[in-house]
């Protein structure tokens, strides 16, 4: 019989704990929650105010079962779940499924897995806060109910498997208004004029003294002017202007702020941000990876303080105390930090290194002293006309933190951290130009989201909190609504004006724009069900009534309002636009009629189709006439889409001649473009094959890799048993028997096992491989 059972949410976690706590506890794992709502009639009674009807999930049944058997043997169970909702909530649920009696149970908390707080957490208990456990069910139950009957009109009105979500709804909203802002932009140009000084510096070498015109014109005609005139110009200094300035660390991590640089720097994704943290966390070496503060403990400063007068001497360090501006911060939290300041690195898989690491750094940084530098501004003359070249520079005086640390921008076009060095020069000193070009330069659209400044621009609007960001963007996409991923830009011309030595020059030149790396993208569905959703469901859609939401939710937390009164203020108006929605609205697909093909007189209409976007020309007549349908490329969206970019698409299928006395044809599947030979189908290349202008020769080269490739996958086949194959696939060789897979131990011969040896591992039963792509 063991005396203490502590049960956490996370193996890697009770493995962390239990070093500290001794022979004396047990430490176990629920492996998170442990139930939830049932699924079928949504799990929330509405007839009784609204009280959730939980059920153990079917995997944790075992879990449950184990964690019942080992709370009746111990003396004293505690519960050591997260102090926030979610771990308040896992840790009542566990209270109330093991059915614990409150004298022989005990509630722990603490922000970091270190001995001493393990220990301090075991000498003051607590009883389970029912205010965030309620705080935990009313989100819970809020968001089953938008789901539960939002989805169901978009099934019958949208399109059939679609899928509501409070938050969510609201992020794709963001993305989509975002991409119209982008679609109905117009650029404008104007021409910016840059200027080459030759000046001596101290020894007499010649340097370049690099500038702008304060100005920038309109059109072609006025910047030809204004270079004319600089033929003829004399240039000279007209004012010097040195500024102090000063430059003062971010505040230590947040959830949000974590997410944001972790994409900035290391290129992480928001939900590889977190798995990573979640990992350092468990492992004792940072803080709580979900909260809202930027408060550090004062143990953290002091550590802070010793490393930095250490490695940098006390003109380094300076004592700072962060306060936490988020009106809707949640549970008092510190910032996430590292447990132990005095260690820079530590052990682990390399992302783990890194993100330790810029944890570390920020953490040191903002308790060291500001940066301290001289902003140069040079003004040059021109002797015939009234405009300035200005040069500016930046020296830092005194580094201060930024010897450890740096905040990145989102801003991608922003070069306010690369200011050049500027030559020594005097007040009238006349200057030698080199080169002076006047560049045509276009306004640029609004930026696409990341997942960065999506997180961002909820955390300002107030909508979701540290533990809902991660999930929020990463359902988005599973469901189809957003898409992450990079596109190419465009070529564009532009206009050059040179003046060089006296020679006025004009050329037309050609830049690529508009390239775009892990954006954040709206696929058709989801501007359609956004659009639907704003037409019959714009309280939901509202920002700040979803805002507003989470405020109560946080009363909720803090004990000023009851939760199913919260719900019920919103269900009852909200099951009314339920019925009207059913009632009053028409069904959709994005329907948009593009015009009449010239050669068929056919209409040509682009929608959402059974497995996506599609172009149609013609439509079914009582003859029996049947329209034909093409799926739209990628980056085609129903909004923009021309009737010649539609007609092309019905240029597929093309037949590229014969290969082997049979035919080969490229078209595009639901599963992507592709070539058809002999009853074979091989998939093209993304990114290099375009099935709109591939030729014969490509298309052989694919249809060999691809046979190369199948007989490499072929280690065995028996006449006996013509179903039955040994393949080998991207984790070793396995068993393909009649559509099911089956693995094959590690270490054997693949090559040596028999019909008979085959069929007892099929008898064993199937395993398919984790990852292998079928």
């Not at 449950?64 to 308040?88: N, P, Y």
């Not at 399109?159 to 982008?182: C, M, N």
């Not at 696409?448 to 960001?469: D, F, M, N, W």
């Not at 309002?561 to 909200?574: L, Q, S, T």
Request: aromatic letters at 8%; one cysteine or more.
């Amino acid at each position: 019989m063991q005396d203490n059972l502590v049960i956490v949410e996370s193996p890697a976690k009770a493995k962390t704990i239990e070093k500290f706590l001794g022979k004396d506890f047990l430490v176990t794992s629920s492996m998170g929650h442990i139930r939830d709502l049932e699924k079928k009639d949504c799990g929330v009674d509405l007839e009784n105010n609204y009280i959730p009807r939980y059920v153990v999930s079917p995997d944790k049944k075992k879990i449950v079962t184990e964690l019942k058997k080992l709370a009746k043997e111990a003396k004293l169970v505690w519960i050591a779940s997260d102090e926030d909702r979610e771990g308040e909530a896992i840790a009542w649920h566990l209270q109330e499924v093991l059915k614990l009696k409150p004298e022989k149970t005990k509630r722990i908390v603490f922000h970091e897995i270190t001995k001493e707080a393990i220990l301090k957490a075991v000498q003051n208990p607590r009883p389970i806060d029912l205010n965030l456990v309620n705080a935990q069910q009313a989100r819970r139950v809020l968001d089953r109910l938008v789901g539960f009957e939002v989805s169901p009109v978009l099934w019958k009105k949208v399109k059939p498997s679609l899928s509501a979500g409070r938050v969510q709804s609201v992020a794709v909203r963001l993305i989509v208004e975002r991409e119209r802002e982008i679609i109905n932009f117009e650029s404008s140009s104007a021409f910016r004029v840059t200027a080459a000084f030759l000046v001596p510096d101290e020894n007499g070498n010649i340097t370049e003294l690099k500038a702008e015109l304060n100005k920038r014109f309109e059109t072609k005609e006025e910047a030809r002017k204004f270079l004319e005139k600089c033929q003829s110009a004399e240039f000279s200094i007209g004012d010097i202007q040195k500024k102090p300035s000063k430059r003062t660390p971010a505040a230590p991590f947040t959830t949000s702020t974590l997410q944001q640089e972790a994409s900035r720097k290391l290129g992480f994704s928001v939900s590889q941000t977190m798995s990573v943290a979640q990992r350092l966390y468990e492992s004792g070496k940072i803080t709580y990876m979900r909260t809202d503060s930027v408060n550090l403990s004062d143990l953290a400063i002091q550590t802070s303080k010793s490393k930095i007068l250490n490695s940098h001497g006390e003109k380094y360090h300076k004592f700072r105390q962060y306060t936490t501006k988020s009106k809707g911060a949640q549970e008092a939290h510190e910032a996430i930090r590292p447990t132990y300041m005095d260690q820079e690195e530590v052990s682990g898989t390399n992302q783990e290194k890194r993100l330790y690491e810029l944890i570390w750094k920020r953490t040191i940084a903002s308790q060291m002293a500001d940066a301290e530098l001289e902003r140069t501004t040079i003004s040059i003359q021109i002797s015939n006309t009234s405009e300035l070249f200005q040069a500016t520079g930046e020296v830092i005086k005194f580094d201060g933190f930024l010897r450890v640390y740096l905040e990145s921008t989102d801003n991608e076009d922003d070069s306010s951290d690369a200011k050049s060095l500027l030559p020594p020069v005097k007040v009238k000193q006349i200057l030698r130009t080199d080169l002076i070009e006047a560049t045509e330069r276009f306004s640029q659209k609004p930026p696409r989201y990341t997942e960065a400044s999506l997180v961002k621009k909820l955390e300002e609007q107030g909508i979701g909190r540290p533990s809902t960001y991660a999930p929020t963007i990463t359902t988005i996409q599973n469901r189809g609504y957003v898409v992450k991923e990079d596109r190419p830009g465009v070529e564009r011309q532009f206009t050059q004006l040179s003046l060089n030595k006296g020679k006025l020059t004009e050329k037309e030149k050609t830049e690529t724009t508009g390239a775009e790396k892990s954006k954040l993208f709206p696929t058709d569905i989801g501007m359609v069900v956004t659009d639907f959703l704003m037409k019959y469901f714009e309280q939901v859609m509202d920002l700040s009534f979803t805002a507003s939401v989470e405020v109560e939710f946080d009363e909720i937390a803090d004990g000023k309002r009851v939760w199913n009164e919260v719900i019920d203020e919103f269900y009852k108006p909200f099951h009314q636009h339920i019925e009207n929605a059913l009632e009053v609205s028409e069904r959709t697909n994005g329907e948009r009629q593009l015009g009449i093909d010239p050669k068929t007189n056919l209409p040509v209409s682009v929608k959402i189709g059974r497995y996506g976007p599609l172009a149609q020309l013609g439509e079914a007549t009582e003859e029996g006439e049947k329209p034909q349908f093409a799926s739209l490329r990628s980056g085609q969206i129903l909004e923009t889409i021309t009737l010649e970019e539609a007609l092309d698409l019905f240029k597929l299928p093309r037949d590229l001649g014969e290969y082997e006395d049979k035919k080969v044809v490229v078209a595009i599947g639901r599963f992507g473009p592709y070539v058809r030979h002999d009853s074979k189908f091989v998939s093209l290349e993304k990114n290099v094959d375009d099935p709109y202008t591939i030729e014969l020769p490509r298309a052989i080269e694919l249809i060999e890799a691809k046979r190369e490739k199948d007989k490499n996958a072929l280690v065995k086949t028996f006449d006996e048993e013509p179903e039955l194959r040994i393949l080998n696939g991207r984790w070793g060789p396995y068993i393909s028997y009649k559509k099911k897979n089956y693995k094959i131990a590690k270490g054997t011969d693949a090559t040596q096992l028999s019909l008979e040896d085959c069929m007892k591992i099929i008898e064993a039963g199937p395993a398919p491989r984790k990852g292998r792509k079928k």
